[in-house]
């Protein structure tokens, strides 16, 4: 194997604000679909999933959108859990088992979907921070 010096694997500025939002939300739909089809409840895939979704749009994300990297994940696994658990995870359609089970599935998932919000958050505000800074006439 030889080592070929890649400085950027990513050709292009990189996604959207679009592309992001789609990328996780796939990225969670899929992996939640495949944990609630085994196990008939959320954990240790879909936390990754999330973790993956919050890092991987940093990452593959053009400049601009680190704020829609860190909104998304929360809403797009709301959106999935609400589509997969009466579906796949063999839940019922009945509002209180929904919401019930709604309910459990995001609190077990809290603490990923949290520690990848505030790193993404405390990124942005970063971000802002030195563009703010950078964009005073009379900054050093």
Known sequence: ???????????GPGLTKAGVIVLQFL???????IEL????????ITCL??????????????RGTAYVSAVAP????????LILMPTAGG??????????????GL???SFYLLTGAGITW???FKREKEKGATSLPGSL
Do not use: Q
Not at 49 to 62: E, H, K, M, N, P
């Open 1 to 11: 194997m030889s080592n070929l010096p890649i400085s950027n694997p990513i050709k």
């Open 27 to 33: 990225l969670i739909f899929f992996f939640e679909a």
């Open 37 to 44: 089809i085994l196990r008939r409840s959320l954990g240790i």
């Open 49 to 62: 999933a999330i973790w993956i979704a919050f890092f991987g749009a940093i990452y593959l994300g053009r």
């Open 74 to 81: 929360p809403i797009s696994l709301l959106i999935a859990s």
């Open 91 to 104: 839940g019922s359609f009945a509002p209180t088992k929904l919401l019930i089970d709604l309910v459990a």
């Open 107 to 109: 609190a077990s998932v």
């Open 122 to 124: 405390y990124l942005w």
